[in-house]
């Protein structure tokens, strides 16, 4: 649905016993489960469970908007139209304001050919403000699962017992009102999450496996230490990109309009 990249089902999978128990569960937990599912092609459970979260008392209109577009999603990738624009208009009408989304997914975007899903988005009104955080959330959201791939590969070749540093985007805190910024910005705290703890995963086995070739082969200490240089050039690495592409808001106008009146402003 949202969610970018295939690496979500390896973390999930790596996720599933690794949540604290006893906690009381905030939208994060809820929605990594429901993703959880979607990637597992478990689409009729996660179109009720997106329904069960949007009727329960307390959910807030912008997370109702959110999951009638994932309930959307989900339709079209079941090759269910009808009830895939019904949810889409919902979703508007709830006030989904990502237009950037549905235009560039695989199982909507074909959907809008047909006139009440392009009179449904068309709808979609958004601020300039709320555009670009929009813009930047979706971006941030595929750098988060690039570095969480490149993390992986790293910890498959290092040999010392450092724990990896993980540099994380801060989310804009801007105030708005808009259901797709609000809903995005939980997606991208989803994806750090899952980064984190797969990458802490990755580390325990990367230890374990070092400190036993490290008995078989008697490992030098020079490589120890280059391993543990190389990692930390990459954190800096990383955090160096993540400083240079930093949300920065910038005035902007209050105007609700189309997505396409905010598309030149950030070239």
Same mark, same amino acid.
Request: glycine content about 4%; hydrophobic content about 40%.
């Given at each position: 649905m949202l969610r970018i990249s295939v690496i979500?089902? /390896?973390?999930?999978?790596?996720? *599933?016993? *690794?949540?604290?128990?006893?906690? #009381?569960?905030?939208?994060?937990?809820?929605l990594m489960k429901l993703s959880e599912l979607s990637s597992n092609q478990q689409f009729r459970e996660a179109i009720n469970g997106y329904k069960k979260l949007e009727a329960e008392p307390g959910t807030p209109e912008w997370l109702k908007a959110g999951c009638e577009y994932e309930i959307a999603e989900l339709y079209?990738?079941?090759?269910?139209?009808?009830?895939? /624009?019904?949810? =889409?208009?919902?979703a508007v009408h709830l006030g989904f304001d990502d237009c950037l989304s549905p235009p560039l997914s695989e199982h909507v975007g074909?959907? =809008?050919?047909? &006139?009440?899903?392009?009179?449904?988005?068309?709808?979609m009104m958004i601020t300039e403000g709320d555009f670009r955080e929009l813009f930047w959330l979706k971006s941030e959201v595929e750098h988060a699962e690039h570095d969480a791939r490149m993390?992986?590969?790293?910890?498959?070749?290092?040999?010392?017992?450092?724990?990896?540093?993980? &540099? #994380?985007?801060? $989310?804009?805190?801007? &105030?708005?009102?808009?259901?797709?910024?609000?809903?995005?910005? #939980? #997606? $991208? =705290? =989803? /994806?750090?999450?899952?980064?984190?703890?797969?990458?802490?995963?990755?580390?325990?086995?990367?230890?374990i496996h070092a400190a036993s070739m490290t008995v078989i082969s008697g490992g030098s200490q020079s490589a120890v230490f280059e391993s543990a240089r190389l990692a930390q050039a990459a954190a800096e690495s990383r955090k160096a990109e993540i400083r240079k592409r930093a949300?920065?808001?910038?005035?902007?106008?209050?105007? $609700?309009? &189309?997505?396409s009146a905010w598309s030149a402003s950030l070239r």
């Open positions: 979500l089902i /390896i973390l999930f999978a790596f996720l *599933a016993g *690794a949540r604290v128990k006893g906690t #009381q569960p905030d939208y994060v937990d809820r079209a990738s079941m090759n269910d139209a009808d009830n895939a /624009i019904t949810a =889409l208009t919902r074909p959907l =809008l050919k047909n &006139p009440t899903a392009t009179q449904a988005v068309a709808g993390m992986i590969t790293e910890n498959m070749n290092r040999v010392d017992q450092h724990d990896t540093e993980i &540099p #994380q985007a801060q $989310l804009p805190t801007r &105030p708005t009102t808009s259901a797709g910024v609000r809903y995005w910005r #939980q #997606q $991208l =705290l =989803l /994806i750090q999450r899952a980064q984190r703890e797969f990458v802490k995963k990755s580390d325990q086995e990367r230890m949300f920065v808001p910038v005035a902007s106008s209050d105007r $609700l309009k &189309p997505c």
